[in-house]
């Protein structure tokens, strides 16, 4: 179980769509971790500064929070290590050819009202779901 | 240099957002895809505020000539609903599914020092990596942006 937090969640998401506004607004760019990701890997873009920077700011995050609040950020990994690492090649092969994921399709793509993100969207959300279904009810796994 | 002060600050906020929100914590994700168990709808607020301030905040932003520090807005362009869009993102959703981690939620996660996240974001920059040598190898053009 993990506790229902509608407010925090509320905040957080809030949080992340003016994340979205300000890249856009002062960088032009979707703020889609994959599209920033794919652009560090080598050959890696010319621009990879700023999507260093990101990623980097996207990671000390956390870190900032613990440090200067009280604010507990829960984290649990359920899941055995093999099926972490399997989902990790499975989540970037998916992710690399639909050009997006939940940032980038999900909130970017989506809040720019494009066909193909609401595509996407629906797909991973769906498939996802129906994972989760099949593993945790069908498998009686993790 | 001004560029990347700014992106790294931005990234703080998309770090904040997730760690806050909950999406950097596998277990929320995977009861939020759990309707017939342990159901968690938090992640539903997530994508609703992310979604309500992305919409609005972009109506504003797109109607500028160009952003603060570059000299156009790279959107997207294809409007194609083709074979890797459809089937990248059910391939996604099934890993996301499998262990709760996705992209931008999984980068915050490594500020928690947590192995399973680092071994996540290892796989997954792997898969994104051999997707694009395939892509490579076969001759196609390779897109970037969502």
């Given at each position: 179980?993990?506790?229902f937090t509608?407010v925090?969640s509320?905040?957080?998401?809030?949080l992340?769509g003016?994340?979205a506004?300000l890249?856009?607004?002062?960088?032009g760019?979707?703020a889609?971790?994959t599209?920033?990701?794919s652009?560090?890997?080598?050959p890696?873009?010319s621009d990879w500064?700023?999507?260093a920077?990101?990623v980097?700011?996207?990671?000390?995050a956390?870190?900032l929070?613990?440090g200067?609040?009280?604010?507990?950020?829960?984290?649990?990994s359920?899941?055995?290590?093999?099926w972490?690492i399997?989902?990790?090649?499975?989540?970037?092969?998916g992710?690399?050819f639909?050009?997006?994921?939940t940032s980038?399709h999900?909130?970017?793509?989506?809040a720019?009202?494009s066909?193909?993100?609401?595509a996407?969207t629906?797909?991973?959300?769906?498939?996802?779901?129906?994972?989760?279904?099949?593993?945790?009810h069908?498998?009686?796994?993790? | 240099?001004q560029?990347t002060?700014?992106a790294g600050?931005?990234?703080l906020v998309?770090?904040a957002?997730?760690?806050l929100s909950?999406?950097a914590n596998?277990?929320?994700?995977l009861?939020?895809?759990d309707?017939?168990?342990?159901?968690?709808?938090?992640?539903a607020f997530?994508?609703?505020?992310?979604l309500?301030?992305?919409?609005?905040?972009?109506r504003?932003?797109l109607?500028r000539?160009?952003p603060v520090?570059e000299a156009r807005f790279?959107l997207p362009t294809?409007?194609?609903?083709?074979?890797?869009l459809?089937?990248?993102s059910?391939?996604?959703g099934v890993?996301?599914?499998?262990?709760g981690f996705c992209?931008?939620?999984a980068?915050p996660?490594?500020?928690l020092g947590e192995?399973?996240a680092?071994?996540?974001v290892?796989?997954?920059?792997a898969g994104?990596f051999?997707?694009r040598?395939?892509?490579?190898?076969?001759g196609?053009?390779?897109?970037?942006n969502?």
């Amino acid at each position: 179980m993990t506790e229902f937090t509608p407010v925090a969640s509320l905040f957080g998401g809030a949080l992340i769509g003016l994340s979205a506004v300000l890249l856009m607004a002062f960088h032009g760019r979707i703020a889609g971790m994959t599209g920033i990701l794919s652009g560090l890997l080598p050959p890696m873009s010319s621009d990879w500064t700023w999507r260093a920077a990101f990623v980097a700011g996207a990671i000390v995050a956390p870190i900032l929070i613990l440090g200067v609040s009280e604010t507990a950020i829960g984290y649990d990994s359920p899941v055995p290590m093999p099926w972490v690492i399997a989902s990790g090649l499975i989540v970037g092969g998916g992710v690399y050819f639909s050009s997006g994921c939940t940032s980038g399709h999900g909130v970017c793509g989506m809040a720019r009202l494009s066909l193909r993100s609401l595509a996407a969207t629906a797909t991973f959300m769906v498939a996802a779901f129906l994972t989760v279904f099949v593993i945790r009810h069908l498998l009686g796994g993790f | 240099m001004q560029r990347t002060l700014f992106a790294g600050m931005i990234g703080l906020v998309f770090g904040a957002g997730i760690a806050l929100s909950g999406m950097a914590n596998p277990a929320k994700v995977l009861n939020f895809f759990d309707l017939a168990g342990t159901w968690d709808p938090s992640l539903a607020f997530v994508m609703g505020g992310a979604l309500l301030v992305t919409a609005i905040g972009y109506r504003f932003v797109l109607k500028r000539d160009k952003p603060v520090l570059e000299a156009r807005f790279h959107l997207p362009t294809s409007r194609k609903l083709d074979l890797p869009l459809l089937g990248g993102s059910a391939v996604f959703g099934v890993g996301w599914g499998i262990s709760g981690f996705c992209p931008g939620g999984a980068i915050p996660a490594l500020g928690l020092g947590e192995v399973s996240a680092w071994a996540f974001v290892g796989a997954m920059l792997a898969g994104i990596f051999a997707a694009r040598s395939i892509r490579f190898a076969l001759g196609q053009r390779a897109t970037q942006n969502a």
